[in-house]
């Protein structure tokens, strides 16, 4: 909410540095954390069956792409100006979803507060 409120930037290349920061660090979170997840699987072929899995790791795909890829495409063309505000739509629309998930994982952990205590 604070990054739709304060950052007026349509690209990640236009925001003041605060928000490419934040946006850099959650990409690489949830990077690592779909790589550490691959890792887990003794049979790597598996994580194909996992749905959560795929779905997540789409997501992680498609926000490096956003972040990573786009930005570097746009720093290398120099072409800022020229991105429509709306071009990234289905990106955040996922990004959301993501978030969805993410709540619904809280609210899990509310309901089973010994996991909660694992994990502090």
Known sequence: AVDTDLNKAAMLIEAPLV???IEHTFCAYFTFEVIIR?????????????????FDSVLVLMMIIETWIFG????????????????????????LVKMLRIGRMARLLRSMPEVLILLK
């Open 19 to 21: 928000f490419q920061f």
């Open 38 to 54: 691959f890792l887990a699987y003794k049979e790597k072929k598996h994580c194909l069956g996992d749905a959560w899995f795929v």
């Open 72 to 95: 570097v495409i746009l720093g290398l063309l120099g072409n800022t100006g020229s991105a429509r505000p709306g071009s990234s739509t289905v990106l955040r629309i996922m990004n």
